[in-house]
């Protein structure tokens, strides 16, 4: 029995999260922040594979999110609602909750697609190089998307709400936490199971060494195509979480800066690191709320101290100082995160006696 | 019918003439040795043959089948190895992990067994695993199987790149300078499990060495390469009496 604490833990405190927002215990706000936290790690995890696992640089992981925000909006719209843009609903809205899980799949599976965008190149470039190409393939995704009037353009698109209302009107549960929750799940089964089979550990042959890996038989082009395109897969299915979470997308949100967003929670964790990648999400999310409150103090004890001129406040824009000030601490002293390429369990090796990962 | 048929192999980068018109033949069960100074397109022929090169002209043959063109995890799934001059391990994986990537090429699951853990999956990974455990263990490397190669010594990677090849049951070996930087220690050990491996495994071998120690106790022909052309091609005894050889790369007081 001990040795399933760890996930009957993770079960315990998903069903105890899904209770609580249930019972109304947890205002909207930390909910949401829960949400996104989940989310974040699945944009986050996802993109370790390639950039941890197979050490390319990807800097335009934002660009799938988008793919999938925008392909899990429109499947989940035409689904389920009635809509200007896609007529009327193909699906009873009380069939939402049962198959919001295709329109999730359905997400994943066109950002996967997308992801050759980036795996095609990869056969022939590497390092700096490859790195452009992800870049490119952030800005001509949203600039792609940006452009297609249809589907709001610069304005965005809405009308997720009106599926999460139905879902609601079936069963009065936070849904969105709870398919949050399983997207995470899946995420982290996927990788892990990918990573510890023989099959996807030539996903790191390929990274510690190329010309080996071809010669002792591994397809690397293949293998490039493999993990792009779970990547980018597992980085829609997060854009499509978010796009019903927020009710609402837009491409510009998911542009460079929510691509080095990831970058950073990747480096803070470590590299090839799965526990570490998630520690290191749900830290930067609690960061990045924290220091809302935080700022205000901080502007009081500054004054209190006489360390500002009178006329000056400090505002929220600081915080955007003062994460990457953290990130350059972290980079001096310990730059390969929190954990190096390791797990948690090779860390603190007492903790495989409380875990059963298969 | 040989098993390796070399037919005129002539490999050109731009301006540069590396291999020209080189021919070479070799069938089941023989150990050859292929000797020759620095730069002499030694390298350049097993790139070739294993499938990094494309060859400007001339043609590969192996087991009855072309090999011009094809990429080398192709090539190896044939049922050629070969090991590098600079040992090319994965030195963040462990050693078992290593080994049981040489099987890749036979992995009869894709992505989906690996994720839903089916059936296929675990029959697949325990015959991988078997496999790898059975080779550490007759390459005396079992108790390493946990270990990083990077931790290792000089003289067991080189055993563990040996073993790597030898993992995916290869009917050919080819060895780049299997001696190169060992001590005369380990250098005895080598020939030793070289001999070894080739009564064992019951292959083919096919080396590069320097070393003349190791082709003169090992190989039953030689052939030898100066200028990207073969020189001469015989019976160590013969080679080492062949004027030309000593001429090109022994050197004159060398035996």
Known sequence: MQRYAVNVLFCAAAVALV??????????????????????????????????????????????????????????????????????ALFPPELAPFLFPLVLIGAGSVAALFGLIVALPSFHTRDDYLAIITIAANYIIISVVENIDAIGGPRGFSGMRRVVGA?????????????????????????????????????????????????????????????????????????????????????????????????????????????????AAIA??????????????????????????AGYELSQVWKWVIIPLILILLMQFRPEGFLGNRELTQVFPRLKRWITLK | ?????????????????????????????????????????????????SGFY????????????????????????????????????????????????????????????????TGRYRRAEKAVETKAREVLELMELAEYAGEFPKNLP????????????LAGNPRLLLLDEPAAGLGSVDVEGLIRHIRWIYDEFKISIWMIEHQMKVVMSLCQRLSVMDFGCAIAEGTPEEIRRNPEVVRAYLGDGAL
């Open chain 2, 154 to 165: 000089y003289g067991l990677q080189r055993r563990v790149e040996l073993a790597r090849a």
């Open chain 1, 284 to 309: 930067f999310t609690l960061l990045v709320e924290a220091l809302r409150f935080v700022m205000p103090w901080l502007n009081d004890i500054l004054h209190a101290a006489n360390l500002l001129p």
């Open chain 1, 167 to 279: 879902m609601s009107d079936v069963a009065d549960v936070p849904w969105m936490l709870i398919w949050t929750i399983v997207g995470l799940f899946v995420c982290v089964m996927t990788i892990y199971r990918l990573m510890t089979s023989t099959y996807g550990k030539g996903i790191s042959a390929v990274c510690q060494n190329e010309v080996a890996a071809e010669i002792m038989g591994v397809d690397t082009n293949r293998v490039k195509i493999m993990a792009f395109m779970v990547s980018s897969g597992l980085a829609g299915l997060s854009g499509a979480l978010y796009a019903h979470v927020y009710g609402y997308v837009n491409a510009q949100a998911f542009n460079i800066l929510k691509s080095t967003e990831g970058l950073v929670i990747v480096y803070l964790g470590g590299m090839g690191s799965i526990s570490g990648v998630l520690l």
């Open chain 2, 54 to 117: 494309r060859p400007t002209e001339g043609s590969i043959v192996f087991r009855r089948q072309l090999l011009n063109g094809l990429k080398p995890h192709r090539v190896t799934s044939m049922g050629m190895a070969r090991t590098f001059q600079n040992i090319r391990l994965w030195n963040d994986l462990t050693v078992l992990d290593n080994i049981r990537l040489a099987r890749y090429a036979r992995l009869d699951y894709g992505f989906w067994d690996a994720v839903l853990r």
């Open chain 2, 1 to 49: 019918m040989p098993l390796l048929e070399i037919t005129g192999l002539t490999k050109r980068f731009g301006g540069l003439q590396a291999l020209s018109n080189f021919s070479f033949s070799m069938g089941e069960r023989e150990l050859v040795g292929l000797i020759g100074p620095n730069g002499a397109g030694k390298t350049t022929v097993f790139n070739i043959v």
């Open chain 1, 19 to 88: 209770g609580l927002a249930q019972a109304g215990m947890l205002d909207k706000y930390v909910l949401t922040i829960i949400t996104f936290m989940g989310i974040n790690c699945i944009f986050a995890v996802s993109l370790n594979l390639v950039n941890g696992y197979m050490g390319e640089f990807s800097c335009g992981h934002g660009g799938f999110m988008c793919v999938g925000a925008y392909t899990g909006s429109l499947l989940s719209v035409a689904f389920f609602t009635n809509s200007k843009l896609f007529g009327p």
